[in-house]
């Protein structure tokens, strides 16, 4: 074929004329609905965005704080116990293992009055802990003498958790016992302490 059989070029083709920014919307719209491959696709990258956003991890709410209480030492009667059960103004919680008062207000999430453990607070929760019941029984003073070795094994063990974990508040007096005045002790103590020390000078 010579070069004068040849069709001349369209001038469109030389120069396209620029689509404007809606035509070029309106042309890719209408080529995602001409195909159901391409619906199908867009739909999937829409359900997978959707997915990514609603997945997005939530800010964690504070975990919550438990105020720092002054140290207390002093003994309590069952009675007076009773009013440590989380619900009082400062929110102090106590528990009775094995004759001796332990204060559990940092362990509020287990001992407080929404825990699982909150029929615990402000009680004698000896017989509790060795026979793994929440059952409290009696509002007296319980002696314990009834168990066997292998439950008093159990409160003594429980024990040196608590020993280990909270602070020694005082003992769980009986009926008739007398409240020991532990700052005469404490005065008692700091002297022979420092009566020993002025002998080794």
Known sequence: ????????????????????????????????????????LVAIIA????????????????AQVIKELAKIKRDFTLEELKEYNGTGPDGRILVAVNGNVYDVTKGANFYGPDGPYAALGGRDASRCLATFSIDLGKDEYDDLSDLNTEDMNSIIEWEEQFKESYDYVGKLLQPGDAHTNYSDEEEEGSQQENESKIKKE
């Open 1 to 40: 074929m010579s070069e004068n059989n040849v069709p001349p070029v369209s001038s469109k083709l030389k120069n396209p004329i620029p689509l404007t920014y809606w035509e070029f919307i309106c042309s890719f719209f209408n080529e995602i609905i001409s195909s159901p491959i391409n619906l199908a």
């Open 47 to 62: 359900w997978l965005v959707y997915k990514i956003f609603q997945n997005k991890p939530k800010q964690e709410e504070p």
